[in-house]
Every structure is written in C-alpha cells, then in structure tokens.
C-alpha cells in the first residue's frame, strides 16, 4: 500500500513539472502520462486500503472498476495517440495509426468485457492479484491486441525516448509475466512509474536547458 501511495506522490510531482515544461500542445499530452499513472497508484494504494481494512470494504467494487478501466482501457488508447501526436514520419505515422485503431478495440472489447463478466481482486505474497474472467483472455492470444496498442506503438516512433519507453515497458511486461505471473497487471503498472520517469525526463532537461540559453 505504502509503494503505490508512494509511487502515486513521486508521478504527481514528476508529472506537474514535466506539464510546466511542455512547451507544445503534443508535448503537454504527453507530459500528462505520469500524471495519469500518479492517479492509478493512488487508486490502487486506497483499493488496498479496502483490502485490508474492513471500514473502507464498501469502496473495494468502485476502486477495482476504476483502477482496471485506467489499466486496460485507458492505456490502449492514450499511450499509441501519445506517440502519434508527436511523430513526423509518414510511414511511421500510418503504422501508428493502426496501432490507435487497434487501442480503440481493444478499449472497447475490455470496457465491455468488465462490465459483462466478473472481476474481482485479492492479495497475494505481498502484491494485489485481479482476476478477470473475460473469455478472450484465457487464451494464449488474448494479450496481443494490448499489447501491440500500448508497447509496439512506441516502438515505432521515431523519437529514441518513445522506443526507449517501449523497450522498458516490453522489458517490464516479460518480466511480470515470467516472475509474477498472477500478478501481472499490478506488477507491471508498478513498473510504469519509473519508465514515466525516464521517457519524460528528456522533455524536462532539455526545455530547461532550451530555457537557460535564451
């Protein structure tokens, strides 16, 4: 609970300064990401809060919903429109754009998908384990949709910070994948915050520096 409140503060602060540095309309979109992550680590440190203590147990179902709306529909649709705002390639931009349309339905497949089947969450060896029972999911394909939204799109950008994003949060994913496996979704918006940090913190040095030079 600790980490995410934690996390949640440090995204907060990160993401206000690199926002008072944008200096462009799609720098400001993109200054915005840690701030959205701030928002879902607060929401996961009070989803713990209901975990753990039963006075804030009548708030667990609405935290849950919102932390998993920000997770898997958010996301998908946010992170592919972030890099395409900033991208000059022509090329690059059409595959971009494929990569948003793919968020768009993937959102939408998901947003459906939590409010027709069931969701619930539990705690687990220290970390917050989300189950859903989305019949898509369950199959060794299920992910790829997300993930080619919200990885392969910064992957394609030809900004080396965004492929330097991509990279961490492809990195990220495996090693959820393969050594917290149940907790994959927690663990791997967990390792969001310090990914934020570094694709952002370019933005944030060189405008200073742009600054200091004028």
């Known amino acids: 609970m600790g980490a995410s409140f934690g996390?949640?503060?440090?995204?907060?602060?990160?993401?206000?300064?690199?926002?008072?540095?944008?200096?462009?309309?799609?720098q400001l979109l993109l200054c915005t990401?840690?701030?959205?992550?701030?928002?879902?680590?607060?929401?996961?440190g009070l989803l713990w809060l209901s975990l753990q203590d039963y006075t804030y147990a009548q708030w667990q179902q609405l935290l849950l919903y919102l932390f998993l709306i920000m997770a898997q529909v958010v996301w998908p649709l946010f992170i592919p429109l972030c890099t395409l705002v900033i991208e000059t390639n022509t090329l690059r931009r059409k595959i971009l754009a494929v990569c948003l349309v793919t968020g768009v339905i993937t959102a939408a497949v998901f947003m459906y998908g939590l409010f027709r089947y069931n969701a619930g969450v539990s705690i687990g060896h220290h970390h917050i384990r989300y189950v859903l029972d989305l019949p898509f999911l369950q199959q060794w394909y299920g992910g790829i949709p997300y993930l080619f939204a919200a990885v392969i799109a910064p992957l394609v950008s030809s900004n080396p910070r965004m492929r330097l994003?991509?990279?961490?949060?492809?990195?990220?994913?495996?090693?959820?994948?393969?050594?917290?496996?149940?907790?994959?979704?927690?663990?791997?918006?967990y390792f969001a915050t310090p990914i934020s940090i570094i694709s952002l913190y370019d933005i944030i040095l060189r405008n200073r520096l742009g600054h200091a030079h004028q």
């Open 165 to 189: 994003t991509g990279l961490l949060l492809l990195i990220a994913y495996v090693a959820a994948r393969l050594f917290y496996r149940e907790y994959v979704i927690s663990v791997w918006c």
């Open 33 to 44: 990401i840690p701030l959205l992550f701030s928002l879902q680590q607060f929401i996961e």
């Open 7 to 26: 996390a949640g503060t440090i995204l907060l602060m990160i993401g206000y300064a690199a926002v008072s540095q944008a200096r462009t309309k799609q």
